[in-house]
């Protein structure tokens, strides 16, 4: 399933985080743009040098991100 192409994410209101890898080889870093793009309230982070698996690779980042996401501070 495609789940980019769902027609409920244009409707999703709750604010989003999507944190996508820039060398991302399973799934093309294309889609993280396809999510915010169908997303209202979506804050997207391409991370450079990155793959598919952003939580280990890069995991002081994505804490980071996370925390400040959770916090309100976007």
Known sequence: ???????RL?????????????????????G???????MPNCDLYEVANTGHWVQFERAELFNRICADFLAGRR
């Open 32 to 38: 993280g743009r396809m999510l915010a793009d169908r």
């Open 10 to 30: 244009s409707r999703l209101p709750v604010p989003t985080l999507v944190l996508w890898g820039a060398a991302d080889k399973v799934n093309r870093p294309s």
């Open 1 to 7: 399933m495609d789940f980019t192409r769902d027609a």
